[in-house]
């Protein structure tokens, strides 16, 4: 079976660096935050072109806690998209604050800015930006519109590590940006962790008291926080797959090019890399009224394809019926209706490749 991510793939293309590092973290005796934590942060902050790091025990940590240091709290309104993963409305959740929903551009599938003057209310307090499949959303009209109501802005970079809007990463766009680095991420660990990015050096120092309990110094809580903290071990991997990140999304970006080609002239729906934008293909995502079948056939092929995402936040039995925003969302759901993500990660081979094109183009539906 041709896998749809491959981190297993990414740990042998790495090995010797990365067992090394996990080797340096173990002679160490810090298995919690730490030095290699810090020099991690400060790596990873310096790519994305921001100059703090705060390290985090998932992305949706990173989530929840860049709104919580930004003042995000019970009563307030975030705009966002359902069009996610579902950790970033549990992240607003997470603050006791209300996600607002609204819909997408059915070409990039990142928010529709067009959408949010009317969700706009007094009690808004920020809007999550979410950078989807690998590709920038329209960061200048919505960093515009926010910044017109007094609003933070909250870039959820979880499957966008690397691209650009505009020559400028994601994540340094806003009031800060959240990275996820989930073992199938373009950046991943071997395990989970997150982190949050920004140049606001006060958002950074609340971001660090709430990772670890609100401490100013040891055992003393200035502020109510959390227990959300980066263990060395996941910094190691990171920081020896990090130099190599720019060469991986260089070899996804071929792979896509290869797609396009080979399924130009079918009727499937291929990614649009929007202008201004550098598109780093987290996932390869098509889309096809007849997906289902599609996937179905393609699963016979042996060729794993995965829907990302079935069924929308605002559709999903826990949100449900709760969620504002929720009735006006039709791109929103004929993308769940439609999208298919084929096999895509650096060390996907040529042949393995042409075995997905070959059994997307036998497909007759």
């Keep these: 079976m041709i896998l749809c991510a491959n981190p297993r793939a990414q740990y042998l293309a790495h090995r010797a660096e990365i067992d090394a590092a996990i080797t340096r973290v173990l002679l160490s005796g810090r298995y919690i935050l730490g030095e290699e934590v810090t020099a991690f942060e400060s790596e990873f902050a310096a790519y994305v072109g921001a100059e703090c790091g705060v390290g985090v025990g998932s992305g949706t940590e990173a989530l929840h806690l860049a709104l919580r240091a930004c003042g995000v709290n019970a009563g307030d309104e975030v705009i966002t998209v359902s069009h996610t993963a579902v950790a970033t409305v549990s992240a607003i959740e997470l603050c006791g604050a209300t996600p607002v929903l609204v819909d997408i551009d059915p070409e990039s599938f990142t928010m529709d800015p067009e959408c949010l003057e009317p969700r706009l209310s007094a009690r808004t307090k920020a809007v999550v930006v979410v950078h989807l499949y690998g590709q920038a959303a329209e960061l200048e009209v919505i960093i515009g519109f926010a910044r017109r109501h007094n609003l933070r802005v909250v870039e959820d970079c979880a499957q966008a590590h690397g691209a650009r809007y505009r020559d400028r990463p994601v994540g340094s766009w806003g009031d800060v940006g959240c990275f996820s680095f989930y073992p199938t991420k373009n950046l991943g660990a071997l395990g989970d962790g997150g982190m949050l990015v920004t140049s606001d050096r006060e958002l950074a120092a609340r971001a660090r008291r709430l990772r670890e309990y609100g401490w100013g110094e040891r055992y003393v809580s200035e502020l109510p926080g959390w227990n959300s903290r980066l263990d060395a071990i996941q910094a190691a991997v990171l920081r020896a797959k990090l130099s190599h990140l720019e060469s991986d999304n260089a070899a996804r970006r071929d792979r896509a ?84 993500s084929l096999p895509m990660y650096p060390e996907l081979t040529e042949q393995e490749q042409g075995v997905v094109i070959t059994a997307v183009r036998a497909f007759r539906g």
């Excluded at 699963?299 to 936040?313: D, F, K, N």
Aim: net charge neutral.
């Design 257 to 340: 090019r290869t797609y396009e080609g080979g399924l130009r002239d079918l009727s499937l729906v291929a990614p649009r890399e929007a202008p201004g934008r550098a598109h780093v293909y987290h996932l390869y995502v098509v889309r096809s009224p007849q997906r289902d079948a599609l996937k179905a056939h393609l699963e016979g092929a042996g060729v794993a394809a995965l829907i990302h995402y079935p069924v929308p936040v605002h559709l999903q039995p826990a949100y449900r019926g709760r969620l504002p925003g929720a009735d006006d969302l039709d791109e929103t759901e004929r993308a769940a209706r439609e999208v298919l």
